[in-house]
């Protein structure tokens, strides 16, 4: 994994492999990217969040991908190729993290989602969207009078979930599909956490074959078989025809 020496990529997929999916964005952001802390990148919105993991995921394999799945009108099986480009086409600058809607004779002070935002509402399955919209509003008035924003309209909360998604447009990645079979047209969301973290555990199991057959062979340790660069490591593979 370019960027990723071996013993790094195990550490991260050791440690990632018991998180919850929501906790290993953050941990392989503090790991790739190592420009924010933890907590850092835990705080940004989660469109600025997945546009850097579609970098980390360029660092791995380029901006081609690839994903597979079925017409849900005929069933038909879908090979689907885009680009990270394709996905971040409309994005837009950076959005501001913290912003304001009047609505219904409401003003509302509300800040886009974090992965925080995210983690406070996942233990919430059957009002998690209300959790996570009381998490991101930061004041509501009502004229000169201060309002819970727990008792605000549903209209109110509708403009406030409608301004979150033109404000920050990667938290929601989508793709626009078109069965070949019955034409039908239809849009899907593309998680980039789940597709790199796939990618993340490839890479691992690989570098893991790699020192079993090394280790077999020769007796070294791990921690020397990392040392070895990609490309001796694969030397002494061919040599013992691995």
Not at 50 to 79: F, K, M, N, W, Y
Request: charge should be negative.
């Amino acid at each position: 994994m370019p960027g990723l020496d071996a013993a790094t990529l195990l550490a991260l997929w050791e440690r990632g492999s018991v998180q919850p999916m929501l906790h290993r964005a953050v941990t392989v952001l503090a790991v790739a990217r190592p420009e924010r802390t933890s907590s850092e990148w835990a705080a940004v919105s989660v469109g600025q969040r997945d546009a850097a993991l579609l970098q980390v995921q360029e660092d791995i394999s380029g901006d081609r991908l690839e994903a597979t799945t079925h017409c849900p009108q005929c069933g038909e099986r879908l090979e689907v190729t885009f680009t990270t480009r394709d996905l971040r086409d409309g994005a837009g600058a950076l959005p501001k993290p913290d912003l304001r809607v009047d609505v219904l004779g409401y003003q509302v002070d509300y800040h886009l989602p974090t992965t925080e935002d995210l983690w406070a509402a996942a233990g919430h399955d059957s009002n998690g969207r209300g959790v996570l919209l009381q998490q991101c509003i930061e004041a509501a008035r009502l004229g000169d009078a201060a309002v819970d924003p727990g008792g605000l309209p549903e209209g109110a909360l509708a403009a406030v979930v409608d301004g979150m998604a033109r404000a920050d447009p990667l938290a929601d990645l989508q793709l626009e599909l078109v069965c070949g079979t019955c034409l039908h047209r239809w849009s899907t969301t593309f998680d980039i956490l789940r597709y790199l973290w796939s990618e993340i555990e490839e890479c691992a199991a690989g570098v893991l074959l790699e020192v079993h057959a090394l280790a077999t062979a020769y007796g070294w340790s791990e921690a020397d078989i990392l040392s070895l660069g990609p490309r001796r490591r694969q030397c002494y593979l061919d040599l013992l025809g691995a």
